[in-house]
């Protein structure tokens, strides 16, 4: 049905916005005004500030740069020179100093004089291997005679295993011999021959004493 | 129709408002997201600077570290070159074997030189040596190599002993060795850029104690050889040949002497250096009598050992040779080179004639001889210095003495008996025929005097005597 006002203007109703209506117009305004206002609030004012915070730290980040570069550099540099004293180090501990060791030998041989043993040898063999999965290291060998008794064998090992040389060798193996040959024509007449063997402790074992030692 | 107005405006409304709220919503979401990646962008910027700041406070440290190295890698190199440099390496083995005292017969390399694997960064250089050497130049050598500034390492060695029967007193006892070792050449897979350090020498120098603790440190051989110290060659027999007249000397109380002897032949030696090398007369007449004193000392002991044959011990023997009697009979030589014009000094004279005193007093008349026989050829020189008249005089009636000696002892006399009586002349009967005091017995040789025990005779102006012993085996002599 359609209604037709006919009333003059004067006289009509005036239309005004219904309260709900301003109400919820209010309300929505205030909805939207909040959360505009909210955003402005985050945009302008935390974010500005977070940004300025975040320059701030790339500037000093920026400022750190030519130092931490240098410090890289220096590392650098540092880790090449390290790389090479390591494989220095390394080289050098699987190294055995044969001349401290022949001579340590000679001087065992000399120092007890011919009452306890009198021993010489005939030969000489000493070899440095790294086959740590078998666990050899290498070895010194000689065949040696001494004078007069087999018993002098076992005096010159006991000494072998209590010397220096047990720095870099495990005990020497059990004493045996052999009465070999005798000449009337020297002094003494009679000698024995026995082998001298000693094994190579692992580089480790010998770098541990080097340093127990030194 | 207001109704539908009024319904279409709510909409409207409606809609709008969620279409703002929505808006600004996504915004206000938009903006937070933002807000933390930031944030979180800010955060780890703190924490890098953070840890660059931790990282960049050890800088300094850093610094000294890399000058120490810096100024260590010298050595390194040294020890662990980077370049192969094999002529020089061969050069310095033949160096260190001729130093040693023997010669190299073969130096090859080995044909296992690699890098010690893909992943390392040195390459292996081994060589295989041979050559012949007693026991204590093999030690030599072997120290030289081991401490060489370049590392050097050996892997194998193989000695065979030289036999007793091979040994003679003449030849220097060579075993023979095989010497594998090994040389390390460094191949780097980067290469160090330096980094620019301000005030380097300054800095450099406040860490000279550092600098030198590492180096020493790095230093890989920390052992001395001291030499052979009178020690035997444990690689030689050292049985001695069976005597009739019972043992002499133990093997190391023969290389005791010799090693004694041989540090005087030195210092003998340097006695003679110093002689020579003398400023003024005055040092020179001083230095030259210390030389003759030690050298008159030295060959009185030498020719002792020689008459006694007191070195049974093959090795003893040939090293007193080489390092004794070659070495001062060269220092007699050039002395005598040196000074030839001259004749001998006074010192020398002097020492000459007591030396010929000691072994008289000692029974010693040949040695005697032997101490004359040094400077005898030089004497005729000598005597036209007013000088040294009386002392030349002096060691002729030495001479004569000790030869006058060995003549009487030489002389045969079978002395079997002496009566002796009252009021009655004594007398003597030798070789069958009977003698009184003041006889002649032969040529120069006069009965001086006849007692129970002793029978003196007047020969070539000297009085000596046979001591009459019960036992006629021994015979011996005043």
Same mark, same amino acid.
């Given at each position: 049905m359609i209604l037709i006002n006919l009333l003059p203007e004067a006289y009509r109703e005036k239309s005004k916005t219904p309260v709900k209506y301003m109400a919820g117009v209010a309300a929505s305004v205030s909805i939207c005004g909040s959360l505009l206002a909210f955003w402005a609030w985050?945009?302008?004012?935390? !974010?500005? %500030?977070?940004?300025?915070q975040l320059t701030v730290l790339s500037d000093t980040k920026a400022g750190l740069e030519p130092q931490v570069n240098y410090h890289r550099e220096l590392e650098a540099e540092s880790k090449i020179f390290q790389a090479r004293e390591q494989l220095l180090d390394r080289i050098t501990s699987s190294r055995v100093g044969w001349t401290r060791k022949l001579d340590e030998l000679i001087e065992l041989v000399n120092r007890q004089g011919e009452e306890n043993y009198l021993v010489w040898f005939k030969d000489l063999e000493a070899q440095v291997q790294d086959n740590a999965r078998s666990k050899v290291y290498g070895r010194l060998k000689a065949e040696g @005679?001494?004078?007069?008794?087999?018993? @002098?064998?076992?005096?010159?090992?006991? =000494?072998?295993?209590?010397?220096?040389?047990? +720095?870099v060798f495990g005990p020497p193996h059990a004493p045996e011999g052999s009465a070999s040959e005798t000449d009337e024509g020297l002094v003494p007449a009679k000698i024995w021959t026995f082998p001298l063997h000693l094994d190579l402790k692992s580089p480790e074992e010998r770098k541990e004493l080097r340093k127990g030692t030194s | 129709m207001e109704q539908t107005d009024d319904k279409k405006r709510w909409i409207v409304l409606g809609t709008v408002t969620v279409v703002l709220a929505a808006t600004f919503g996504y915004m206000i979401y938009h903006q937070h997201e933002e807000l933390d990646k930031k944030r979180a962008e800010a955060d780890q910027l703190s924490v890098a600077i953070a840890q660059e700041r931790k990282l960049i406070k050890?800088?300094?440290?850093?610094?000294?570290? #890399?000058?120490?190295?810096?100024?260590? =890698?010298? #050595?390194?190199?040294?020890?662990l070159s980077d370049t192969t440099d094999i002529e020089n390496f061969v050069r310095t083995l033949d160096k260190f074997a001729e130093e040693s005292g023997f010669n190299l017969e073969s130096a090859k390399q080995n044909q296992n030189n690699r890098r010690g694997s893909t992943k390392e960064e040195f390459e292996r250089v081994g060589y295989r040596l041979n050559f012949e050497a007693d026991a204590f130049q093999f030690l030599a050598f072997l120290h030289r190599l081991e401490s060489f500034a370049r590392f050097i390492s050996v892997t194998s060695l193989k000695l065979r002993t030289a036999g007793r029967m091979s040994l003679t007193e003449e030849d220097v006892p060579q075993h023979s060795i095989t010497l594998d070792l090994e040389t390390y050449v460094y191949v780097p897979r980067s290469v160090a850029k330096e980094a620019r350090i301000d005030?380097? =020498?300054h800095k450099r120098d406040l860490l000279i104690g550092q600098i030198s603790k590492k180096t020493s440190a790095l230093r890989v051989s920390d052992y001395t050889y001291r030499g052979r110290r009178g020690r035997r060659d444990p690689w030689i027999d050292p049985r001695v040949p069976a005597e009739e007249d019972g043992p002499g000397l133990t093997i190391q109380e023969q290389l005791a002497i010799v090693e004694r002897?041989?540090?005087?032949?030195? /210092?003998?030696? *340097? &006695?003679?250096?110093?002689?020579? %090398?003398? *400023?003024?007369?005055?040092? !020179?007449?001083?230095?030259?009598?210390?030389?003759?004193? $030690?050298? !008159?000392?030295?060959?009185?002991?030498?020719?002792?050992?020689?008459l006694e044959n007191q070195l049974s011990y093959i090795n003893a023997a040939r090293r007193f040779n080489k390092e004794v009697v070659e070495a001062v009979a060269l220092v007699r030589e050039?002395?005598?080179?040196?000074?030839?014009?001259?004749?001998?000094?006074?010192?020398?004279?002097?020492?000459?004639? %007591? &030396?010929? /005193?000691?072994?008289?007093? &000692?029974?010693?008349?040949?040695?005697?001889?032997?101490?004359?026989?040094?400077?005898?050829? $030089?004497?005729?020189? !000598?005597?036209? +210095?007013?000088? $040294?008249?009386?002392?030349?005089?002096?060691?002729?009636?030495?001479?004569?003495?000790?030869?006058? #000696?060995? +003549?009487?002892?030489?002389?045969k006399l079978e002395i079997e008996g002496v009566a002796i009586q009252a009021e009655m002349r004594p007398v003597v009967l030798i070789n069958g025929r009977s003698y009184?005091?003041?006889?002649?017995?032969?040529? =120069?040789?006069?009965? @001086?005097?006849?007692a129970m025990d002793l029978v003196e005779f007047a020969f070539r102006g000297m009085i000596l005597g046979r001591i009459l012993d019960p036992d006629p085996q021994e015979n011996p002599q005043k």
């Open positions: 985050t945009a302008f004012g935390v !974010a500005a %500030e977070v940004r300025s @005679h001494t004078a007069e008794s087999l018993s @002098h064998v076992a005096n010159f090992l006991e =000494d072998v295993s209590q010397s220096k040389l047990r +720095d | 050890g800088t300094p440290e850093l610094v000294k570290t #890399v000058i120490v190295q810096r100024e260590t =890698d010298t #050595v390194i190199k040294e020890i005030r380097y =020498d002897l041989a540090e005087q032949a030195l /210092d003998v030696r *340097d &006695a003679w250096e110093v002689a020579r %090398e003398a *400023d003024n007369v005055i040092e !020179a007449m001083r230095s030259r009598t210390v030389l003759e004193e $030690k050298l !008159a000392l030295i060959e009185e002991e030498v020719r002792r050992i020689q050039e002395m005598e080179g040196d000074g030839g014009g001259l004749g001998p000094g006074i010192a020398q004279l002097r020492e000459t004639a %007591e &030396a010929m /005193d000691r072994h008289i007093e &000692a029974f010693e008349y040949e040695l005697a001889l032997q101490a004359f026989k040094t400077i005898e050829g $030089k004497l005729a020189i !000598a005597e036209n +210095d007013q000088r $040294k008249v009386e002392l030349v005089k002096n060691l002729r009636f030495l001479r004569s003495v000790a030869r006058n #000696v060995i +003549d009487f002892e030489n002389v009184s005091e003041g006889e002649l017995v032969g040529p =120069d040789l006069i009965i @001086h005097r006849i």
